[in-house]
């Protein structure tokens, strides 16, 4: 099995608050992971780190068998920016409040990064624009803006935006937290779906079933350290650390 | 009274030239003046900041003034009006452009440039395609309103002596003892910012075509 993530001792500041204090996983290719944890973990910095919006302070990853950065002497040192750039494309971010451009159609979101940064031709580009909304349900939008949307709708477009440009490895950052329960459900099939072909995902999100259901392994983060990762089954039905064992509780209703 | 509408007229170019030469040089300048008041380097922001604030902190008639008699003081030589009130006009219009962009600006969501940047748009592209056109759609009224008082402004070039619309009139007017000339001026200005609000609500329209 191919490796497609590997990052170890990644380490994060703002200013004097240590976000990422030591966050090392691995993920193989095909494979689905999901990371919980409360408020202000640090979940969202990991992913920006990964997905290249946040810079890292210390730490290595390797996506794909490239080196976005590498630890030298305590200090994480990046690669030049044309490997950096090619590694960006390896990667694929789903937010939660969906960030689709308000001023291009449906259609066009999801063929302008196709045409302007991997220079497909138009119709190589719309084609497979469609052949991706017909996947999420919403092919008749194409024409449409996002306004016109539902937010379920929206975000359905923002992943095909995404996966458009075929990356390796998908990352979604409570790419539901935004919805309410029935427009959840949409995005949590679609999401269940490309698990279910194999795509390689890491998920952050609150919707404990899911998770269990959807990923091969799962990590617990707090305060900037994971604490306990595992099989979803061990992690979520028989957790041995408190802070997990009472997190995971206090979803239960 | 052909005469007059002739002369009349006249002026008019020189005011539409005020007017154009100024929008020229001044809307992309205020977009260089937006960069350094939100520049990272602490310094090129105080210093733009000043700027701005003596722009908008004092009257462009007494600007005007200055950036044509100043000269002759320091280096005891004068030069061209109508090059002195272009060169008032464009730094004092920059300085208000400027921060019409700024609001503009930070008002686009950072998710915006997130979503570009994971997408691996270019900074470039980003700016152009992404994020410019939406600041037209929500800088558009403001920018309307500016470039109407801009018209307008325009008369105060007569205070260095620029033969433009407003100072053909009052010659007139009190060669002929007679308001009639600036009432007609009236008119003149009237119908020019009837066409400029009017190519901004059409503007406006173009752009309802998304929130
Ligand atoms: N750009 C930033 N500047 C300063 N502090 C930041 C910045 N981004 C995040 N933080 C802080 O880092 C900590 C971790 O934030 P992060 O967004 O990664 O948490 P999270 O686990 O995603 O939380 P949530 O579940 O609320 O999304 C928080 O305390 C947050 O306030
Ligand atoms: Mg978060």
Redesign the interface.
Same mark, same amino acid.
């Given at each position: 099995m191919k490796e497609m993530i590997r990052l170890s001792g990644l380490r994060k500041s703002f200013g004097s608050l240590d976000v990422l204090k030591d966050i090392s996983f691995t993920l193989e290719e095909g494979s689905v992971l999901s990371i919980i944890g409360p408020s202000g973990s640090g979940k969202s910095t990991t992913l920006r780190i990964i997905?290249?919006?946040e810079k890292a302070d210390d730490g290595s990853l390797e996506i794909a068998g490239h080196t976005l950065f590498s630890s030298v002497m305590g200090k994480a040192v990046y690669a030049r920016p044309e490997e950096e750039?090619l590694i960006?494309?390896k990667?694929?971010?789903v =937010?939660q /409040?969906f /960030?689709? =451009? %308000?001023?291009f159609s449906v259609l066009r979101n999801i063929t #302008?990064?196709q045409r302007? &940064?991997?220079k497909r031709p138009k119709e190589y580009a719309e084609e497979k624009a469609m052949k991706l909304l017909e996947k999420m349900g919403i092919a008749d939008k194409a024409r449409q803006? %996002?306004?016109q949307l539902s937010g379920g709708q929206q975000q359905r477009v923002?992943i095909a935006?995404?996966l458009a440009?075929d990356p390796e490895v998908l990352f979604f950052d409570e790419p539901t937290s935004a919805l309410d329960p029935e427009l959840t459900r949409e995005i949590l099939k679609v999401i269940r779906e490309l698990a279910e072909e194999r795509m390689t995902m890491v998920v952050v999100t609150h919707e404990m079933h899911f998770a269990r259901a959807i990923s091969d392994h799962a990590i617990f983060m707090d305060r900037g350290v994971i604490v306990e990762q595992g099989s979803p089954d061990e992690l979520f039905g028989n957790p041995k650390e408190e802070r997990t064992r009472q997190f995971i509780a206090s979803f239960e209703d | 009274m052909q005469g007059l509408l002739l002369q009349m007229l006249e002026g008019t170019v020189t005011s539409l030239q005020i007017f154009f030469l100024t929008l020229l040089f001044s809307l992309p300048l205020g977009f260089v003046v937006a960069k350094g008041r939100m520049a990272s380097f602490a310094p090129i922001r105080w210093i733009t900041d000043l700027y701005i604030q003596i722009m908008r902190g004092t009257p462009l008639i007494l600007q005007l003034i200055f950036v044509y008699f100043a000269p002759f003081y320091v280096f005891g030589t004068s030069y061209d009006r109508f090059t002195a009130c272009i060169v008032a006009f464009v730094i004092n219009y920059s300085a208000y452009f400027s921060e019409i962009y700024r609001s503009g600006l930070q008002s686009i969501?950072r998710?915006?440039h #997130?979503?570009a940047? &994971?997408?691996? =748009?270019s900074k470039a592209?980003t700016f152009f395609?992404?994020i410019l %056109?939406?600041v037209v759609?929500r800088i558009l009224p403001a920018l309307g309103n500016e470039v109407i008082t801009l018209v307008k402004d325009t008369a105060l070039a007569q205070t260095i002596g620029v033969a433009e619309l407003f100072r053909v009139a009052q010659t007139a007017s009190s060669r002929e003892f007679s308001t009639v000339p600036i009432f007609i001026a009236g008119i003149f200005y009237f119908i020019m910012n009837y066409i400029v609000s009017r190519l901004f609500a059409i503007g406006e329209k173009k752009l309802e075509?998304?929130?």
């Open positions: 997905t290249q919006l750039r960006g494309l990667t694929g971010l =937010f /409040n /960030n689709l =451009f %308000p001023h #302008e990064a302007a &940064v991997l803006y %996002p306004y923002s935006r995404a440009l | 969501d998710g915006q #997130e979503a940047k &994971v997408l691996g =748009f592209y395609h992404i %056109p939406q759609k075509y998304y929130r």
